[in-house]
């Protein structure tokens, strides 16, 4: 296909990349220990890590692993915060030939048993504070190997142990739990199983570029969460990417050994998972931010040192711009700011770059494209509104439902090809089948238009479209706009039904005025959308429902209407 965005890459941005240079992951993972030992790799409450560190730890528990007798390619379960025991047991985990399936910590008991059970999980390492959540249903689960961390367990051995003692009994943060154990279920502590596994040789087993590295749930907004098979060639790819992309703010910085990444989005999530490992492969390191909605000590964290890469959604960025302590905060050595994992707003990014000077590079991604899709050039200076341009050796379409590619200017579903692109979900094949059309391409959901000059912009997902009289509303398009009127720090449209129009709009706004009235923004719509786009009703609320990453949750808003 003519790949019309390659004529407005930025100078030294390749058109394409080439995950064959690796093997495998696990052979990224090695050259990189290997090359970046003596560098930090993360910071977490003031205690640095190494890569060596990690490597060492990595292999202790990846060997510990194997002597538990799981056969290769086994699912094992991560239920862990922003902590360095993330890392290491992720890398563990690919080091020793299995697969890493990323749970939400959040999960309640009826998610957390789906999630266990669909990807056939058979051993879990996971934080304690979220134990008794895996006591409910792990009788129903296939689970009989628990690694059970607590939050000190990598902090060192006396501040570790005063804040596991601390989250323990001061904040009482780990609610009592009980997990049953037998002949073929057991517990071992974090901390155990990498002093067993020190002793022990981590064996190499044969992986290739089509082995599974990760089942990465979706978030399930349609029904049950599917699990998106990544192979290692589509997590090499997604790197390799990024890296391609990024380019040019990475010259900016100079010794990526130096590159300070602020990883506040949970790296269960595909958008900062993909960035971590970016940051293997390149060798800087991250600030691990266990607990970013508490803005207060998420700020003092940004204050201790340079922070160079900030990735968020829109509801950190619009959050942090609402502290108090906010303009406290040095952004002169800010190179780039990553907006993803939703639509970022056209107010919050006018009033980012006015308070930091950097602008909101926005991209698109999903679970199942490793979090890579498209990404405005790194070098824009100012936010564009658009998802920005298909990343290298990437192609992306608009088609109608039966899988033709439309004309150049007309909306429709957005599908993507390229070998960041899932494999399938995971023992799904019906769902695997409708997800692809003829050619190869992956339907994503979302409804956009490409311009002219191969930019891509979003007008909604098919299933949040509102239909008014016939005429089909986007809450994206009113969102945007909404967000524009002064007072206002977010907001959230949905469709509710109406016996004359089919469906009419309600919005659902957070103001950061109280004069700011529903006539006053009546009037702002009014002036700023045409009839049938206006909302009938609007309601004043404190904050708006979002799930653990951050995104509006529209379905929340639906059922309280």
């Not at 380019?247 to 595909?270: C, M, Q, W």
Request: glycine letters at 8%; charged letters at 20%; hydrophobic letters at 40%.
């Amino acid at each position: 296909m003519d790949k019309i965005w390659l004529k407005n890459y930025p100078d030294k941005v390749a058109h394409d990349i080439h995950p064959e240079e690796y093997s495998n992951l696990t052979q990224l993972l090695d050259k990189a220990f290997s090359q970046h030992g003596d560098s930090p790799f993360s910071v977490c409450m003031d205690r640095w890590m190494s890569y060596r560190e990690l490597d060492q730890l990595s292999r202790s528990l990846g060997a510990w692993f194997q002597a538990q007798g799981l056969a290769p390619g086994a699912r094992i379960a991560i239920m862990l915060p922003n902590l360095p025991q993330f890392a290491v047991t992720m890398a563990a985990i690919l080091r020793a030939g299995y697969t890493c399936v990323n749970v939400n910590p959040l999960y309640t008991a009826r998610e957390l048993e789906h999630q266990l059970k669909d990807s056939g999980a058979t051993a879990i390492v996971i934080l304690e504070n979220f134990a008794a959540t895996l006591a409910q249903v792990i009788e129903h689960t296939p689970i009989q190997h628990i690694v059970l961390a607590s939050i000190g367990d990598l902090l060192g051995p006396w501040f570790g142990r005063w804040m596991t003692f601390a989250v323990r009994h001061l904040a009482k943060l780990v609610p009592a739990f009980e997990l049953p154990v037998n002949a073929q279920r057991k517990v071992t502590p974090f901390k155990q199983a990498l002093a067993q596994g020190r002793d022990l040789n981590l064996k190499k087993i044969p992986q290739t570029l089509d082995s599974i590295a990760f089942l990465q749930y979706t978030g399930g907004t349609t029904g049950l969460s599917k699990g998106a098979i990544l192979s290692h060639r589509n997590i090499v790819a997604a790197i390799l990417q990024a890296e391609a992309w990024f380019t040019p703010a990475f010259e900016r910085l100079g010794d990526l050994r130096k590159v300070n990444s602020i990883a506040a989005l949970p790296l269960y999530h595909i958008f900062a998972l993909t960035l971590c490992l970016l940051a293997i492969r390149q060798g800087s390191h991250l600030t691990l931010v266990p607990n970013p909605r508490d803005f207060g000590k998420f700020i003092e964290v940004l204050k201790k040192r340079p922070f160079h890469i900030l990735p968020g959604v829109n509801t950190l960025f619009n959050a942090l711009l609402q502290h108090p302590m906010f303009k406290t905060l040095d952004f002169s050595k800010l190179c780039l700011t990553q907006a993803g994992g939703m639509a970022a707003s056209e107010g919050t990014a006018k009033a980012w770059q006015a308070a930091t000077g950097s602008a909101m590079i926005e991209g698109w991604g999903m679970s199942e494209t490793c979090a890579i899709g498209s990404n405005n050039p790194v070098t824009q200076q100012v936010f564009s509104g658009s998802i920005g341009l298909p990343l290298p050796s990437i192609e992306m379409a608009i088609k109608n439902e039966e899988g033709t590619t439309l004309p150049q200017g007309e909306s429709g579903e957005i599908c993507i090809r390229g070998p960041n692109v899932m494999v399938g979900y995971y023992q799904q094949a019906e769902e695997t089948e409708k997800a692809f059309t003829p050619d190869g391409f992956m339907r994503t959901g979302d409804i956009g238009i490409m311009d002219p000059e191969g930019y891509f912009r979003i007008v909604d997902r098919l299933k949040d479209m509102i239909i008014v009289s016939g005429f089909n509303v986007f809450p994206s398009e009113l969102e945007n706009v909404i967000s524009l009127c002064p007072g206002v720090i977010e907001c959230a449209a949905v469709g509710i039904p109406d016996s004359m129009q089919g469906e009419t709009i309600k919005v659902f706004v957070v103001r950061s005025d109280a004069m700011l009235t529903e006539e006053t923004l009546s009037r702002f719509c009014h002036d700023n959308l045409t009839g049938y786009k206006r909302p009938k009703y609007i309601e004043f609320r404190d904050e708006l429902p979002k799930s653990n990453v951050g995104k509006i949750l529209r379905r929340e808003l639906r059922s309280s209407k």
